[in-house]
């Protein structure tokens, strides 16, 4: 073997080595976390098996078949950690909109951790690092900047943005536990995947009537839920600064939509959060419906939370004068003026919806793809924002800003 491919070779094993340990420990950087950071954009294939195989799970309905119960339980599951992901990832750990506890944040990080988007820390750390640069080159996420996909799905297979880096999210980092519920961000997906299959198998045994067993449950209750999950959330990184309403001259191209708040339960009214990310509501009026904040509602009844921050007066003023063409137009400048390289063509903007309508299409289709009818007889069918942040991160020297999932 010559010397180069040897050398490709070792260094092809090191980093295959690493990426299989980070499965376990996320935080493990033999050459360190600032240095995997820089390095340029590549997808990780060994490193994202895992959600890989995620995805690959969902074709597993072929076999196991569906039941009532278990669709139920898949979109129970879908929209109860849909809510973890904009109450808690992004209203509390990303933006501290409210107050808990520190047995009801680690609570909160816990149930958090059941939607599978890794630990808390890693997705306030991007997040907080999205809204500083929001459609700017470092934003590793802007579908103006890198395209639909890339934004969708492609900027958490690459390698740079694996690491999480606790120097910025240093109120968060202060608390042992949930540096380790981040750093072993596998243990609560794998308990959750288990916890599936065991509520499956107790159906099978005490209510066999059903028609549901544990690997009927583990994969829609799990694979299939978990992924559309994810999907869902994704729309806001690759849809929310593309369609919609903008009612506010934000720095960005945030914008407001109906069907991005259906979707993820009140982080569609993506152009007023970018406008005053301190408080805890998204939809600043009545008639914008937020689940989320209805739910957090709830929750502060329980004494579980407490402390939600409103919309103050002057932003709401503010938005009763806004215009969304001028708003759209003072997007424009401000690409403009800070890359003078994006343009808006039409073609630009239509070609990343219609695929993102495609990818929804595919994933609806896919996941309501019964084989057979064994059900039961019954049928139903973030400021403090920027707020702790430390300082922006020096920009890297690749065309991918630095690191960058949601919201
Ligand atoms: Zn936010
Ligand atoms: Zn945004």
Known sequence: MSEPSSQTSVSFTRRAATALTQWIDSD???????????????????????????????FAVIWVGWSSVAVWTAVALYFIRMFAVTGIHHRYFSHKTYSTSRFGQFFLALWAATTVQRGSLWWAYHHRHHHQHSDDPEDAHSPHVHGFLWSHIGWITSRRNFPTDYTKIKDLAKFPELVWLNRFDLVVPVLFAFATYGFGALLETYAPGLGTNGLQMLVWGFFISTTVLFH??????????????????????????????????????????????????????????????????????TGLIWGLKPVPQSILDEGMHADHHASVVAAVASRAASSGSHDYA???????????????????????????ADGPAIRKNLSEEAHNMGPAKPAPSSTHGEVPPVA
């Open 28 to 58: 493990h950087c033999p050459d360190g976390a600032e240095k995997m950071r820089n390095e340029p954009d590549k997808v990780d294939l060994v490193r994202v098996m895992p959600f890989v195989i995620l995805h690959l799970a969902c």
């Open 232 to 301: 869902g959330t994704a729309c806001i990184n690759s849809m929310a600064h593309l369609m919609g309403k903008r009612r506010f001259k934000t720095d960005d191209d945030s914008r407001n939509s109906f069907i991005l708040t259906i979707i993820t339960l009140g982080e569609g009214w993506h152009n007023n959060h970018h406008r005053f990310q301190s408080c805890t509501r998204n939809g600043f009026y009545w008639w914008e419906i937020d689940p989320t904040y209805y739910g957090l509602k709830m929750l502060s009844w």
């Open 346 to 372: 039409t073609l630009r903007r239509i070609v990343p919806v219609a695929t993102a309508m495609a990818v929804a299409t595919a994933t609806a289709s896919s996941a309501n793809l019964p084989k057979k």
